[in-house]
């Protein structure tokens, strides 16, 4: 099955930031309640983390011990389900890029949409850092609902 007529759920990309939640809001505005979605949180574990030195190909998932990313997990499965959807978590401890886990979980579950919010960054920021959400829309393979970081407006009212 194509992502064009996909049935699968919505893949929603969490990382506890304020753009993470505004972009599932929306999604549960759009989608509707019940719609089914994964809520993903990648990490790098502490005691993996030791000694790495990544560079621009390795993980650029956040360093915590699993304790602390199952809790960033469960808050944002919270968050998915009050916004509406029938929700389950996925946690993964980050071996390549977040970009690359995002769109192979979508491949994998037939996702309908990958949900994401974009962080605020500074123009310098971006140059040097990149962006997931921009490698994420690169890969111009599934729908993407990207929402911005900036203060919520009037749509959808």
Not at 39 to 59: D, K, N, Y
Not at 67 to 72: G, K, P, Q, S, Y
């Amino acid at each position: 099955m194509t992502a064009g007529n996909s049935t699968g759920p919505a893949l929603l990309c969490w990382d506890n930031s304020d753009g993470a939640e505004r972009a599932i809001e929306h999604a549960g505005r759009i989608l509707g309640d019940g719609h089914q979605a994964i809520v993903l949180f990648a990490h790098v574990p502490t005691e993996s983390a030791r000694g790495i030195l990544g560079g621009l190909s390795g993980p650029d998932a956040p360093i915590m011990g699993v304790t602390d990313a199952e809790n960033v997990l469960a808050r944002g499965l919270a968050f998915a389900r009050e916004a509406g959807f029938d929700a389950a978590g996925t946690l993964i401890a980050a071996e390549r890029r977040t970009a690359e886990i995002i769109t192979s979980m979508a491949d994998e579950h037939d996702a309908i949409v990958i949900v994401m919010g974009q962080r605020q960054r500074s123009t310098i920021g971006k140059l040097l850092l990149g962006s997931t959400a921009q490698e994420v829309l690169n890969s111009d393979h599934r729908p993407v609902l990207m929402v911005s970081p900036g203060t919520p407006g009037a749509y959808p009212g």
